[in-house]
């Protein structure tokens, strides 16, 4: 699976860790619904640890992305925008 967090590049994740990643989604989904701040820095912090801890794609490297993050200094108010009733990853 490749995710791009906007404004870094592409990572690749292993398929298996998909269920992993759904539920750091989830935590941030519900952290957004609730509009707590600090829990949503939290999660959302989570959630590109998460992603940067698959490996890197080269930037010279280009791939088709399964999902796509916002950037790391997206606020709640922005997240509220992009985040549907799936969270940012689908699935």
Known sequence: MIVRIMGEGQYQLAD?????LN???????????A???E????????LLDFVR??????????HDSDAILPP??????????LISGD???AG
Request: negative net charge; proline residues 2%; charged residues 35%.
């Open 87 to 89: 969270g940012l990853i």
């Open 16 to 20: 298996e860790k998909l269920d992993q």
């Open 72 to 81: 790391g200094d997206s606020t709640l108010a922005e997240m509220r925008e």
């Open 35 to 37: 509009g707590d701040e």
């Open 39 to 46: 829990a949503f820095r939290t999660a959302f912090a989570a």
């Open 53 to 62: 801890s698959g490996g890197k794609v080269p930037d010279e490297v280009l």
């Open 23 to 33: 539920a750091v989604d989830t935590e941030l989904e519900k952290a957004v619904s």
